[in-house]
């Protein structure tokens, strides 16, 4: 009889159950605006609920959300309560489709010289995003279900993860162990794999390895290791790693520390790392991530400081420090892939554009087209540098400021509207490193000019000079006499303030110079009101006087080089002559 029982049981709870589990999984995706749907769904004794063929789908606008293959959760008790909890969670093969992030026209946006950090809150994308983040940060690991994740996969254009294959959390005495690997999506994909033990007592450790790849040969592996304590305060909605928390990045120590508030959200981080050196870090750094790093011969040691305190609350009080504390840094021999030393004087200058491509110009007198400072425009430099990097003669390398404003426009406008590249950086990337968009080549350009400032000993104006006669302002167009001559049939020193306005306009994309004239060779009107900006904020400067500031509508250009032909009608008699027309 007993028997019976328990088998008439083991059948009709199930059947009974069943419905429930999935009216409830129903009307839990429609609260949060979903239409759910599965292969199949079934519980089981004791306590288990398996889901096959998942799928969740956006109601407005449609479109898919999630699939998953398996989600398997296995219930247990609360405590006293009759209301079970989830003990552990598998999902298998799960696919996510996030919207892609909005792309904005950078030729669109005003010049990185205005200071508009204090005209609004972060866009509701952005904060969305971290008080997700901070929420993650602050729940309670140790608490949390079981977690068996395989074959994860995130659908997004701007998504962080190419591919997860697998992440688990473990509850392990007292503590959780967490392990993850998968690949880093990037310009070129970075595998990891990453595994760490948050003990009862705080106390956090673990490691992470990442594949660096390589042109031309073997991935490099860079590995890092954390020791230290990260505490919960959930009532009062704070996450902190604490002071003395060693990160070891490629045999470097750095000192970590840092907050995550949940009002804000609010996040604050500070790094510390003494008695850096050159070689040791080439030494233990994978090449892929030095890049031409490897090749510089820097002799002596320095300490290193950086903070980074961002409140998305109020993106007008981001602030950045880093600091280099030099101990006998002096250059050694130059190498082969960065030849300092002869940026003194008359040198081949190998230019880096986008796609890999490079070309050569000479910078002496040798070449015809090379202008030295004094013989360019001061119109012309005065542009560039309001426009470029307003700061340039005051700071050493890059702009802390300038990065600040940055990220509190990027902040609000939930995209990557404004950069924060000073005409060092961009030196450095055009003569010695090259165009890729990855976090090693950006980290490589700020080491660089870094080294351009200090250990060079050139001088600003060297600097500007050089800069002035290499970079692109068109197809085949570099330097300043070069553009003078291709749109204005002019030299350097003798350009009027709207063509050098319109020059200025060109250099943040030059294979795109034609976007900013009509088909008649006229200046598009979104292409006036960024030269009318860039003149006001000159006039701020005190580099133009207020009354030669233009208005928009009264700027004006006449192609007359050889950019003027490509608006020329081809049955013209000038065209079939060889007369490139002028064009208004």
């Not at 508030?261 to 996040?267: C, L």
């Not at 006998?328 to 300092?340: E, M, Q, T, W, Y």
Request: glycine share 8%; with cysteine; hydrophobic share 45%.
């Amino acid at each position: 009889m007993l028997v019976a029982l328990v088998v008439a049981v083991a059948v009709i709870v199930p059947w009974i159950v069943t419905p429930v589990v999935a009216t409830r999984l129903r009307a839990l995706a429609h609260a949060r605006g979903l239409d759910a749907r599965w292969r199949s769904l079934a519980f089981r004794w004791p306590l288990r609920v398996e889901v096959r063929g998942l799928a969740l789908d956006r109601k407005s606008p449609p479109g898919p959300v999630v699939r998953a293959e398996r989600v398997y959760a296995a219930l247990g008790a609360r405590g006293w309560s009759l209301r079970p909890r989830v003990a552990r969670l598998e999902l298998e093969r799960v696919r996510i489709t996030l919207p892609a992030a909005s792309e904005v026209d950078e030729d669109a946006v005003p010049a990185d010289a205005d200071d508009t950090r204090d005209k609004g809150p972060a866009s509701p994308r952005v904060r969305a995003a971290a008080e997700q983040l901070a929420e993650a940060l602050l729940l309670p690991a140790r608490g949390l279900p079981e977690l068996q994740l395989q074959n994860f996969d995130v659908q997004r254009g701007d998504s962080l993860f190419a591919r997860l294959d697998a992440l688990s959390l473990v509850r392990r005495e007292g503590g959780v162990q967490f392990a993850t690997r998968g690949v880093i999506a990037g310009e070129r994909h970075v595998p990891f794999d990453v595994a760490l033990q948050w003990h009862r007592d705080d106390r956090l450790v673990g490691r992470a390895s990442f594949e660096m790849p390589d042109e031309g040969s073997a991935a490099s592996r860079l590995d890092c290791v954390v020791d230290g304590r990260v505490t919960q305060d959930r009532r009062a909605g704070v996450l902190r790693v604490e002071r003395g928390t060693r990160v070891t990045v490629g045999g470097a120590d750095l000192l970590v520390a840092g907050e995550v508030r949940r009002a804000g959200p609010r996040f604050e981080l500070s790094l510390v790392a003494d008695g850096l050196t050159a070689s040791r870090l080439q030494d233990l750094v994978p090449p892929a991530m030095l890049g031409p790093l490897a090749d510089l011969t820097v002799h002596g040691s320095w300490d290193w400081r950086a903070s980074l305190d961002v409140n998305v609350a109020k993106p007008e009080s981001t602030r950045f420090t880093a600091d280099v504390i030099p101990h006998g840094l002096r250059l050694g021999p130059d190498g082969a892939r960065v030849p300092l030393r002869r940026l003194t004087g008359p040198f081949l200058a190998r230019i880096h554009l986008p796609r890999d491509r490079v070309v050569f110009r000479e910078l002496s007198s040798a070449n015809p087209q090379f202008r030295p400072l004094d013989r360019i425009s001061p119109l012309l430099k005065e542009a560039l540098l309001t426009n470029e990097d307003g700061g340039f003669y005051h700071h050493r390398g890059f702009n802390t400021g300038a990065i600040e404003a940055a990220m509190a426009e990027n902040l609000r406008a939930g995209a990557f509207r404004r950069g924060a590249g000073t005409i060092t950086m961009q030196l450095a990337r055009n003569l010695f490193l090259g165009h890729r968009r990855t976090l090693s080549r950006k980290g490589q350009e700020v080491v660089m000019a870094w080294v351009l400032e200090h250990l060079t000993g050139l001088s600003k104006d060297r600097l500007l000079e050089i800069y002035l006669n290499i970079i692109e302002w068109g197809p085949g167009v570099h330097g300043a006499n070069e553009a003078a001559r291709f749109y204005f049939d002019r030299d350097a020193d003798d350009l009027s303030l709207d063509e050098a306005l319109f020059l200025t306009v060109l250099v943040p994309s030059p294979a795109r110079w034609r976007s900013r004239v009509d088909a008649q060779g006229a200046l598009r009107p979104w292409a006036r009101a960024q030269m009318a900006f860039i003149a006001r904020k000159m006039a701020s400067r005190g580099v133009l006087t207020p009354e030669r500031v233009p208005s928009a509508e009264a700027l004006h250009i006449e192609l007359r080089g050889p950019a003027a032909t490509v608006f020329a009608p081809r049955d013209s008699s000038a065209a079939s002559q060889g007369v490139p027309p002028r064009v208004r």
